[in-house]
């Protein structure tokens, strides 16, 4: 079984412990071959701040499920990590969220002789992700997309200031 399939397999067997602890996944990751690595992303599913103990206690839970379950074949290590600033963006739903900011896009293969995008998410509609680039809207199917995260700005950063001094 491939990593990608054998993460999606362990996603969905994860995704209801974290969910129940009031968390969203926001990716599961299997990369390192001999020296395997387990990555599991989550935040606050009300969108509060992630914290260690967050993370800790996810760690936990999750190891439990793992070691019941027993998906991974060989030694792996567990991490458990917010997505930060510079986020990856994975679902339909994570470019409406994050519409209005920038975003760098790898594409599986050549879009009008391209592979990477870099502009600014303008959300979604229907399958298809919209960004903004050099004042064009392109349209990017999702199946298509590689992966995707968000671009650190100073422009991200305030508005996440602005954000927090009205909580």
């Known amino acids: 079984m491939s ?3 054998l993460a999606e397999r362990v996603e969905q067997l994860l995704t209801p412990t974290i969910e129940s602890m009031g968390f ?3 990716r599961v990751m299997l990369s390192g071959g001999n020296n395997a690595v387990l990555q599991v992303m989550a935040e ?3 969108g509060g701040e992630m ?3 967050h993370c800790a206690d996810i760690s936990r839970a999750v190891s439990a499920v793992l070691d019941v379950e027993d998906p991974i074949p060989g030694a792996y290590s567990l991490e458990v990590s917010s997505p930060g600033l510079d986020r990856p963006l994975v ?3 994570d470019y409406d969220r994050f ?3 920038d975003a760098k896009i790898e594409m599986k293969t050549l879009i009008d002789g391209r ?3 870099r502009g600014r998410v303008e ?3 229907g399958s298809d992700v919209l960004i903004e680039m050099d004042g064009e809207q392109i349209r990017l199917e999702h199946a298509a997309i590689a992966k995707a995260k968000l671009i650190i700005t100073d422009e991200m950063l305030a508005k996440l200031e602005e954000d927090k001094a009205h909580e």
């Open 3 to 5: 990593e990608d399939l």
């Open 24 to 26: 969203e996944v926001v």
């Open 44 to 46: 606050p599913a009300d």
């Open 51 to 53: 914290t260690v103990d």
């Open 91 to 93: 679902r339909l739903r």
């Open 99 to 101: 519409a209005g900011f």
């Open 115 to 117: 592979r990477k995008f």
């Open 123 to 125: 959300g979604t509609d």
